[in-house]
């Protein structure tokens, strides 16, 4: 085999595995939702990447879960305490109020989903990410020092926690880590939890493994959720100024006159009673699900749609390539065995008898025909036509029209027209006058010479 068949061998199958490996990348990372998703961890939206199966689950369980959409709000509605403030899209979180998140009331528990490095800093957490993986692996609650000491967390043995693990950058002993780093709990008067991975709250990943028991136990503490919805990147505080110095005021007292944050009405909160479902869904042109909102039709899909229809391209493209009969010009090869001609001829006629390419057989056969006659009668190969059938046609004495019909005719439209074309052509050729090649002599025979005698012969 040549050089250029064997880098083919090699260079083939390694991009066809490179390729395989890019389509797996982008797949998995289309399928992979974000916080900036639309709805991502919502309690009112029911697709996979909604929340709507833990609000309800909690809802059974006797805890109350309070919606908001408004940061401000929701920080001032987990007064009284003891409260649980669930983040779950904390990278939509405004940079100049995620300083309020440290001066919460006592007995206040924040619990944050997958936070980026700006908003660890910004709320002075001695955390920093130590590490991110590809995909979400189910680890135990082990912590990284000893067994963890999150009772409320014990019976969920496998929880699918580790993505993104953190480290302490504070003092030893001020941070717990669980989950082999993918948990983190900051423990104070107000505590704050930070979760590596949103797979336990998901509903299309909220049934694998122990998640269910890992996502209520770590919410359900306190019997009242303040679920704050960010629907895309949160504005900034009404009143820009530093970081506050003094504890949040009472709910009763400073709240401005945008409304109660209970105020179902006003479309911006909703609270689910015991054993009841997450509602109060705001209205209006910018609310989730709103029949007004535009459709685009890369939205109007969910991404493993398009992910599968990448896919799909992917695989037809490659088997185009594969049913192609090269990649490069063609290469000479000498025959393994020697084909008779007429076997030749017989298989390549019903190849294109099974193709039913009558066309390109008739258009072959009066080529051929053509460069015979045309040989045979010295004519020029770009002569007209009509030369050429009145040139023929003297010498096989039949009409120019015959001629002309039979060299330029239509195509035929059965097999037995094709065929008696074929016989036609074949004998205007033969009467079209004798080849110009002349057969080649025999060359002389060696003179024999004569035999030498052994001793003894006298002839």
């Not at 080529?367 to 020029?380: C, I, K, N, Q, S």
Request: a neutral charge; aromatic letters at 4%.
């Amino acid at each position: 085999m040549s050089a250029p068949g064997r880098r083919h061998r090699i260079i083939v199958p390694v991009l066809v595995g490179v390729l395989l490996m890019a389509v797996t990348l982008v797949a998995r990372e289309i399928d992979q939702p974000d916080q900036t998703d639309r709805g991502f961890l919502s309690p009112v939206v029911t697709e996979d990447h909604g929340g709507s199966r833990l609000a309800g689950i909690l809802g059974e369980r006797g805890v109350v879960v309070h919606r908001e959409t408004d940061t401000l709000r929701a920080l001032l509605a987990t007064r009284p305490a003891p409260t649980t403030l669930f983040v779950p899209a904390p990278e939509l979180l405004h940079p100049r109020t995620v300083g309020y998140l440290g001066l919460l009331p006592g007995g206040t528990r924040v619990v944050l989903v997958d936070p980026p490095r700006r908003v660890l800093a910004a709320a002075g957490l001695p955390l920093r990410p130590a590490g991110r993986r590809w995909a979400t692996r189910a680890v135990s609650p082990h912590g990284v020092d000893g067994s963890c000491p999150l009772a409320e967390i014990a019976p969920a043995a496998t929880a699918a926690v580790a993505r993104q693990r953190y480290a302490s950058t504070g003092a030893p002993g001020s941070v717990d880590l669980c989950y082999a780093g993918g948990l983190a709990r900051l423990p104070g008067a107000a505590e704050s939890v930070v979760v590596g991975a949103s797979d336990p709250f998901r509903n299309g990943r909220i049934d694998e493994w122990d998640n269910l028991a890992f996502a209520t136990g770590l919410l359900a503490t306190s019997g009242r959720v303040v679920w704050l919805d960010l629907d895309g990147p949160a504005p900034p505080p009404p009143e820009p100024s530093p970081a506050p110095t003094r504890p949040l005021p009472e709910r009763d007292d400073d709240i401005d006159d945008r409304g109660e944050p209970e105020d179902l009405d006003s479309g911006e909160s909703g609270e689910t009673a015991p054993g009841g479902r997450p509602g109060g869904e705001a209205s209006g042109p910018d609310s989730r699900g709103s029949s007004g909102e535009p459709n685009p039709l890369w939205s109007a899909f969910p991404p493993w749609f398009w992910a599968l229809l990448l896919q799909l391209g992917l695989a037809a493209l490659l088997i185009a390539i594969g049913r192609a009969r090269r990649l490069g010009p063609p290469t000479p090869e000498p025959l393994p065995v020697s084909v008779p001609a007429a076997e030749t001829v017989l298989g390549r006629g019903r190849l294109y008898q099974r193709a039913r390419a009558r066309e390109s057989t008739a258009r072959l056969l009066r080529t051929a025909t053509l460069a015979r006659l045309a040989r045979r009668v010295h004519l020029p190969a770009e002569a007209p036509p009509v030369t050429v059938a009145a040139t023929v046609a003297a010498r096989t004495g039949d009409r120019p029209d015959t001629i002309h019909e039979l060299l330029y005719g239509d195509t035929p439209p059965t097999d037995r027209d094709l065929l008696e074309l074929a016989g036609d052509l074949d004998r205007v050729t033969r009467a079209g006058g004798p080849s110009p090649a002349q057969p080649v002599a025999d060359p002389p025979a060696p003179p024999r010479l004569p035999k030498p005698r052994s001793e003894g012969d006298h002839r």
